[in-house]
C-alpha cells in the first residue's frame, strides 16, 4: 500500500543545534516533494519544494534533500530557534487518477528549548 | 496571512443544523481545495476544484457539499453532521494541481 511516514515522535532540541526530520514514502514515484509548516489551529505553510533530479535544496537556514533510491527526503534546520517550533509535514504529488494531488504526511512535531 | 481567507474561524453547530463555510483566494489561482483535519490524523483531501469544476470528491458523504461559482470563492454547505465530522477544516489554493498550495487560516467546526 501507498504510505508517508514521517518521524511519529516529537523530536526536541536544544537552541542552536540543527534538527533534521525524515519524510519516508512507499509505492509513490513523485517528481517532487514539499515541506509545510504549521503551527496549532492554524492551516499549513508552504516552505520549500524540491524536484527529483535536484539533491538538495536550500533556503536561509532550511535544507532539503531528496534520494529518489532511499524514497526518502530529510530537512534540517541550522541554528535552530524556538521560533522554529511547530509541527512540519511533507508532502507528494500523487498523478494517479484524474487530478494531481497532494498527499501529506502526519507531521512531525519540532519543539526547540531555549 | 497568506491571501487564502476563511470564515468562520470557530462554529459549533447541533446535528440539525445547516451551515456553511466560506472560502476566498487573493492569489489569481485556478484550482482550490477542502481538506479536513482531525488530531493525530494527516490531512485528508475532501474535493478539488480545478477551473471551477469538480474534479475530485474524495469519497465525502452527502451531508458535506461543496460549491464553487468562481475561482476565486469556496463553500462547503454542511447539513445533518455528526459529531464526528468535527475537525479543523482547511481550504487551500494552487496555481495548478500539482503545485505549492496556499492554506487558509482554517475553520475550527464542533458538533454538538
Known amino acids: 500500500s501507498q504510505k508517508i511516514e514521517q518521524n511519529s515522535e516529537a523530536l526536541n532540541i536544544q537552541e542552536g543545534k540543527t534538527a533534521t526530520l525524515t519524510c519516508n514514502y512507499t509505492?509513490?514515484?513523485?517528481?517532487?516533494l514539499q515541506w509545510y509548516r504549521q503551527d496549532p489551529g492554524r492551516g499549513p505553510v508552504f516552505l520549500l519544494l524540491?524536484?527529483?533530479?535536484?539533491k538538495e535544496k536550500r533556503k536561509e537556514r532550511l535544507k532539503v534533500t531528496f534520494d529518489t533510491t532511499l524514497k526518502q527526503s530529510l530537512f534540517h534546520i541550522t541554528a535552530s530557534q524556538p521560533a522554529d517550533s511547530a509541527t512540519y509535514l511533507c508532502?507528494?504529488?500523487?498523478?494517479?487518477?484524474?487530478?494531481?494531488?497532494?498527499?501529506f504526511g502526519t507531521g512531525t512535531l519540532l519543539a526547540v528549548q531555549p | 496571512e497568506t491571501g487564502v481567507t476563511q470564515t468562520p474561524r470557530h462554529l459549533v453547530m447541533g446535528m440539525t443544523n445547516k451551515k456553511s463555510l466560506k472560502c476566498e483566494q487573493h492569489l489569481g489561482h485556478n484550482a482550490m481545495y477542502w481538506y479536513k483535519q482531525s488530531a493525530k490524523k494527516p490531512l485528508e483531501l475532501m474535493f478539488v476544484y480545478n477551473f471551477k469544476e469538480q474534479t475530485e470528491n474524495n469519497s465525502v458523504p452527502s451531508r458535506f457539499s461543496p460549491e464553487c461559482p468562481n475561482s476565486s470563492h469556496l463553500f462547503l454547505h454542511l447539513h445533518t453532521l455528526q459529531p464526528e465530522d468535527s475537525a479543523l477544516y482547511l481550504c487551500?489554493?494552487?496555481?495548478?494541481?500539482?503545485?505549492?498550495?496556499?492554506f487558509g487560516p482554517g475553520t475550527r467546526l464542533t458538533v454538538t
Open positions: 524540491i524536484r527529483e533530479n535536484e
Open positions: 509505492n509513490y514515484s513523485p517528481a517532487y
Open positions: 487551500a489554493s494552487s496555481a495548478g494541481q500539482g503545485s505549492e498550495q496556499y
Open positions: 508532502a507528494l504529488v500523487d498523478y494517479g487518477g484524474a487530478t494531481n494531488k497532494l498527499i
